[in-house]
């Protein structure tokens, strides 16, 4: 009784991996290539044949013969080299480490409940790593030593197993939203509404992971799954790959779910989409399930391994989208911040100048300061060279510095009105250390943030809604700031 599969090339009998590129299976020694139902049919008629075990990959130990669904971990023998392989409790492919063929277990599957599709990758180790490339380049203070010391380990395609839950939620909700408009300065007017809704929301395919070896916030960061391209399941698609059968239950990830689903309801009955703020006060909802499927979905993922840390990097092997946590170099943040600041004294230093000479209409310095304002502009481009590691810009781009700063001296010629020069210094370093600190580091923690999905709006199929009542409260009044007055969450749509 065979326990696995080997896909074998009908040509050579050699090893046939699925080419992501392709869509299709290819043999590793004679580049035939045929796709997954090509070699469906091949297979059926060479076991009709009778040519048995064609596609032989593994028996189970013998020493292993009383297993049962819950002994996952037991080990095989190779058919081909009489190897024996052990590929772990939740693995369900692995490549043989003796005669380099890729076996998928098909029994671990079997003694589950069976995968009803797949979603074939759509992008390829190359297109992985391109795209790590990409988003090491688009995070401005990660360490340069970071960039060219770091070694990516255990570059791996994943199928991962996912539930997808279609769910239908009935119910009426009160709920109480808010407007915040400016309203004169440094005042916010606050408009606080109270209404009473019911409705009816229909989703389909909201995916739950269910595979305890990947982090729940890092396959929802991932999301939308998008299963317009999906395949009726086949062993075939995974050879070569890496795969993983489920070990949460479809019961249990439903908690989640839920959650999500209850959420994305407060948001639709409240209109939540069209205030600032929004809070459920009650509500009554009846969720029923209208089906779970199981389905495969690609995931690239590797390790960064970087002074004795792992920084994991995973990708969305359909869309392309992707989850990444880097060390941010608080040196190169700082020397963002104090660059900034040189650049904006030279701006202020230039703004004096053009006091001196609105004063004294002298037109040598006219010239000056023209030229001035001209190096301060092209000198300010610095900081943004010198962190995306433009090093030929950040060179001309302090060249038009220095030169800039001969034009002030010869303008100057000793004569600075420093009491005018250090007011609008102070009000300018005030200016950019609000602006720096706040933005730039908001952006820092915002990239590396992971956090669980709250709602599940992006899964919504059909939305039945009919308002009971909505009126002004006269709770509205006056702040100096946006901040809610009715302690509600604040509505932002799902990226
Ligand atoms: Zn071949
Ligand atoms: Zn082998």
Redesign the pocket.
Known sequence: MDHSDHAR?P??S?NMVYDIKLGALK?E??D?VFTVNEYEEILKNKKSKNADSFSRGAKVDDSDEFFDAENLKRSYTCSSCGGQLTPGAVAATLTCPFCGNDIVFTDKYKTQRMPDFIVPFQMDREDFIKTYREELKSRLFVPDDFISGAKLEKVKAWYIPFWLYDLTVKGSASYQVEDVKKHGKNSYKHQVYEGSAGGELTFSNIPQDGSREVDDRVSQRLEPFPVDHKRKFNFAYLSGLDAKIYNVDSNECITRVKVRARESMDRFLSSAHEHKYYRVTDRKYDMKPNGISYALMPLWNMEIQWKGSTFPFTMNGQTGKCVAKFPISWKKFYACILSSLWMLSCFLAWISTLEAFVRTKDSIKGVGLLCFGYCWLMSSFFPRYLFSRNLNSSISSSLFFIIGCYFIYLTYCGKIDWAYFLISFALGLFTIIMVNVYVVYKEVKDQNKIELRTSCDNNITLKVASTVYHHELAKTKSTGNTSSIINGKEWKPEL
């Open positions: 090339c040509n050579c050699s043999c020694s004679c035939s």
